[in-house]
């Protein structure tokens, strides 16, 4: 008689991860239940790579869509971990934020969602602040490019 081979029983009981791929919306990002997990590197950007950003977004504002780009979630405890792409997505709360303290309503909405993420790392606390004090300094830039349009 053969020995037992478990490990082909399991493998014929497991069935595959499915993986999706699908265009989500920015504003449909925000109803999300997303988390960073520890594992991922800390917020790094620099002042180059928001600038770029900025400069990306304001240069294609007049196509009726944009994509942003690749976004890699994983579903872990109810939570989507953010595997790919949270440099992007800290990146756009933090331009969104510095947008919402002219409009008072969003600026609610972010402040939860930037506050139930718990940046523990400070070169994460460091950037992170870094970053929104340019932002704050471009945000004129994203009106100066609408009033060019009209």
Known sequence: MPPENNDAEIAKTETPKEEIAEVIKLTGLYKLNLGIPEYQRPYKWTEKNVNNLIDDIISNKDKSEYRLGTLVLHLFDQNL???????????????????????????????????????????????????????KQRINDFDEATDRKS
């Not at 800290?90 to 993420?117: D, F, G, P, Q």
């Open 81 to 135: 971990d953010i595997v790919d792409g949270q440099q992007r997505i800290v990146t756009l709360m933090l331009i969104l934020y510095a947008i919402s303290e002219k409009y008072e309503r969003v600026k609610e909405l972010l402040e939860n969602k930037l506050r139930e993420h718990k940046f523990d790392n400070p070169i994460s606390q460091k950037n992170i602040y870094k970053n929104y004090q340019l932002i």
